[in-house]
């Protein structure tokens, strides 16, 4: 039987890190990522780490790092919360363009001012576009599992592309649970240690200097650069389902799954859908619990995968329900909710009588309580039946 | 309450090792059945002696609930001056239990809960077996002890067990024997 230890998402994160025989990992502390930092620096200090671990002076740096580290073909791994987060943001395109498959775990947390080092999607979220994949856990167990997946994902030739893994600051990363470990031999298998294989570019070699990432002129040969773009979008598309078939392999070889691209809870006979993304999906299930005993026809679903987005999952999911309520643990001031924008675009081409309610809910760390959920449930429902519409609902304190 | 989940919160102040302990019961539970199990600390920055809260959930079926705890079945108290700012009716649900590290109590439950009020005088027991960390006693433990006699819900041995795991040497045994000391003397009000 396979070890089970009770860790914090932070430390499930390190465990499955030295277990990826990552070869070099740079990375600045940030609340709440900081024992992820901790954690590998201990286990480096202790032996048990093969990993090179390169100190930096800002996230910034940490990224440059990664990038020139995965040039060379080695496995790269970083972590982040937040302002780091934001602070990486012109290398964090420079590392997708340049099709380089670093994984990063980023520890969801809402952005200053006024500081808040609490949960809040926003900062992940504001990188939507810059070419990384995106996945969303939901627990300890999940996140420690991702870790091998998004290694796997990123390095596969036909995707080549990073990997962001985020997961609740606080909730998860700081709440330990049980957190069963796989055995290195599994690993091994399914995460050979070899570095990754490609034909996109030639690895950095310093005894052969090459150019990377030179001036491209739009009168001169602008197609080329157009076509980068494409190709990152391809790739983009590609990882969809080459997720799944990594996903089924983990399955046969470890037992567990979590849903594909999305995680869902007594959706097939329901009326009314909840989306969210995170721990707020967990609390949703309790919602659609206290609901479904008092007759409401209630399912949740949960976006782990956001970029690229599961659009057909969704739409296949929705398309014949009354009601699509998203929980929105962000905000993008003047919009709403980014979720729930990417899902009323989703489902426009459908061409449905679904409605699509958002809500905002736990910006900045506030306590989402099932409570909170259930209300808001009631009160969109009744709505819809008086047939009132409203902007944005917002569940705060 | 169910006889499946148990929400448990631990008030304290920084230093006394609240979050300690309740990473450490997180580990007695789970090794006595509790499948399911959450700890974790009242997410702020925290000083020695500032009043500080930690959590333990701990179920023998899924938990989905990632919210702090508002009222706990087990309310286990490591300064009873604390007390003033717990508001017992609202936070102990009906039937639940009281814990406190007192010398003696002085004070009466609101009836209507049914509250079962457990004391231990853990200060006495830590200072004896000076288990002390920056001049303060550390009854963290002998709460522990204390929780298993009161709740029946953790074995004491197991509580022994991951306490052997989690320390070495002097500090170990003063902490086994503050475990059994305030197992013993814990006693019903």
């Known amino acids: ?397 | 309450m169910s006889a499946q989940q148990w929400a448990i919160t631990w008030y304290g102040r920084g230093g006394q090792g609240a979050v300690t302990a309740s990473n450490i019961l997180a580990k007695a539970a789970f090794i006595d059945g509790f499948r399911f199990i959450q700890s974790f600390p009242f997410f702020s920055p925290e000083r020695r002696g500032a009043p500080v809260k930690s959590f333990t959930r701990i179920g023998k079926t899924v938990i989905n609930d990632y919210t702090s705890i508002h009222s706990s079945d087990i309310l286990i108290v490591l300064d009873l001056k604390l007390l003033r700012n717990i508001n017992l009716s609202k936070e102990i649900n009906p039937g639940g239990y009281l814990i406190v590290n007192a010398a003696d109590v002085s004070f009466t439950l609101p009836s209507k809960n049914q509250v079962k009020l457990y004391q231990v005088d853990a200060n006495n027991i830590a200072l004896n077996l000076s288990l002390k960390v920056a001049g303060l006693p550390v009854v963290n433990i002998c709460m522990l002890g204390a929780f298993s006699k009161a709740t029946g819900l953790v074995k004491l041995e197991t509580i022994l067990r991951v306490i052997e795991e989690t320390w070495s040497g002097d500090f170990l045994n003063k902490n086994l024997k503050a475990a059994e000391l305030a197992y013993e003397k814990c006693k019903i009000l």
């Open chain 1, 1 to 397: 039987m396979c070890e089970i230890r009770i860790l914090t998402g932070n430390y499930a994160v390190a465990e499955a890190v030295k277990q990826s025989n990552v070869d070099v990992i740079a990375a600045y502390p940030i609340t709440p990522q900081t024992q992820i930092v901790e954690a590998l620096t201990s286990m480096k200090e202790a032996g048990i780490l093969k990993s090179r671990i390169i100190r930096v002076e800002s996230e910034r740096s940490a990224m440059a790092v990664c990038i020139g580290a995965a040039f060379t073909g080695c496995r790269v791994y970083t972590a982040t919360s937040s302002q780091g987060l934001a602070l990486m943001h012109e290398l964090l395109y420079w590392a997708a363009a340049s099709r380089l498959p670093i994984v990063m775990t980023n520890v969801n947390r809402a952005l200053a001012p006024p500081w808040n080092i609490w949960v809040e999607h926003t900062d992940s979220l504001l990188e939507r576009d810059v070419g990384w994949l995106q996945i969303y856990a939901s627990s300890n167990q999940e996140v420690y599992d991702l870790i091998f997946q998004c290694f796997k994902l990123a390095e596969l030739p036909t995707v080549q592309l990073p990997v962001m893994l985020c997961m609740d600051g606080f909730l998860i990363s700081h709440t330990a649970t049980p957190v069963e470990l796989i055995d290195q031999r599994i690993i091994d298998e399914f995460l050979p240690d070899s570095p990754y294989t490609t034909s996109n570019y030639p690895f950095l070699d310093i005894n052969k200097p090459l150019t990377y990432g030179n001036v491209i002129s739009p009168v001169t040969n602008g197609k080329l650069y157009f076509k980068y773009r494409r190709l990152a979008h391809k790739a983009m598309l590609n990882s969809l389902s080459k997720f799944k078939i990594i996903q089924e392999e983990f399955g046969r070889l470890v037992g567990r799954t979590y849903g594909e691209l999305l995680d869902s809870y007594k959706i097939s006979d329901a009326d009314i859908v909840l989306i969210s993304m995170g721990t707020l999906f967990n609390q949703t299930i309790n919602t659609v619990n206290v609901l479904r005993k008092e007759g409401y026809k209630v399912g949740a679903i949960r976006i782990r995968v956001f970029r690229p987005f599961p659009c057909k999952e969704i739409q296949r999911l929705c398309k014949y329900k009354q009601a699509v309520l998203v929980l929105d643990r962000n905000l993008a001031p003047g919009i709403g909710g980014i979720l729930s924008w990417e899902i009323k675009s989703s489902l426009f081409e459908l061409k449905t009588d679904v409605k699509i309610i958002s809500a905002v809910a736990g910006l900045g760390g506030v306590e989402v309580t099932t409570n909170d959920i259930t209300n808001f449930v009631k009160t969109a429902y009744n709505n819809i039946k008086n047939k009132k519409c409203r902007g944005i609902y917002w569940i705060s304190p």
